[in-house]
């Protein structure tokens, strides 16, 4: 009995290890697709909103297969969906360099998708089973902490090499260095060590609000995700070099901002990190729909990717109001499923509504989107009742 806690706080570290190299791996090369990814559109293969909006809709289809999670995890344990990922990734962003047509761009685009949008379910679905409530909001924190500094080190390769590699032979480089990150954590995730031993799919009338908000937060962060950048790039002609800029001072801000955001929903709860973050993103949206000042534009992009990671407040919601942690992973892997309903139809809205009607357009129905999130967020409550704690990382 003495080795009990010895034997316990080794599986925390070695979960955590895990959990810090695959999260790094896998924000790097999505950081690298994302800094990269409308100036080489653009620049290469000359694509319009209309044809963006349709890529960056085929680009969250995988998150519509997101219940699939929830069968897979009956089979293979969540860390070793997550080496998959990390290798899935890695594939697609060197196929993505490779594109020449539209066609080509969105299939490697939807390889690389695939990879990203099982790997964040698994991931958030061993932190809400492995750590208990009141760590969890440090915990998410800290991993988005980490997705920060891999975006740092992303953005500053793209704004050095770029112009000098070019863009094809960058996306190959670094994809290809995911890829064998991958294949490398393959033999760490046979094992649930520290998990709870079964999973369930079950569905509750109880989460109706949980699986409501995040329909609502997929579809405005992929209003502004799909058609902020773009807008910066077709409207205002910014570089590539500006383009990383702008993620390599996200990542910078994010590396405290996400520690400090895990923290705050900790101490003040999640209502009200997220009632103050749907009233603030408002005001980014209209900003985008009428701002014309590039200094502006790049300001509210920043204070939008900062007001992101308050979404950790909705995980942990969830963890809060879930039944058993058997059914975290199910459950979680369907809310992507919902989320992603909006974000696969979204970009196609969007894309139609700015060629019907102009940009301005399109981000006040964002705006719209998130002032109903504001609304509904006044019904979150969570239980106060103590539970048993987690796994420790200490």
Known sequence: MNHAPSHSQSNGRRLLVYLILSNFLLHFG???????????????????????????????????MGFLLGLAVLYLAEMRIM????????????????????????LSTLVMSVGFHFFYTSSDSVVLMAVNRQDAPKRLGQLGSLGAVAALVATGMVYLLADRWGYRALFAVTGGLVAVGGFGLLPLGRTRSSLPPRRKIVLRRTYWLYYTLSF???????????????????????????????????????????????RLVGRLGERLVLSITFALLILVFLGYAFVQVLAVLFALFVVDNILFGCNLALVTYFQKI??????????????????HVAAVLIPVIGGTIWQAFGSQATFLAGAGLVALSLVLTQFVRTP???????????
């Open 384 to 394: 106060s009742s103590p539970e048993p704690s987690g796994v420790s990382f200490a």
């Open 322 to 339: 879930a039944k058993t942690p058997e059914e975290i992973t199910g459950n979680v892997s369907v809310e992507q499923t919902i989320n």
């Open 216 to 262: 609502l937060m997929g579809s405005r962060r992929h209003i502004f995700t799909t058609f902020a950048i773009f807008l910066l790039v077709k409207e205002h002609g910014i570089s590539v070099q500006t383009t990383a800029t702008l993620f390599l001072i996200n990542s910078l801000i994010s590396t405290y901002a996400l520690q400090a955001i895990g």
């Open 83 to 106: 080496a998959l990922c990390v290798i899935l990734l890695g594939v697609g962003n060197i196929l993505v360099g490779q594109s020449n047509t539209i066609p080509s761009l969105l």
């Open 30 to 64: 999505y950081r690298m697709w994302e800094a990269m990814f409308n100036n080489f559109a653009v620049e290469h293969i000359g694509i319009g909103p209309g044809a963006i909006g349709w890529i960056q809709a085929t680009r969250e289809l995988p998150g519509l």
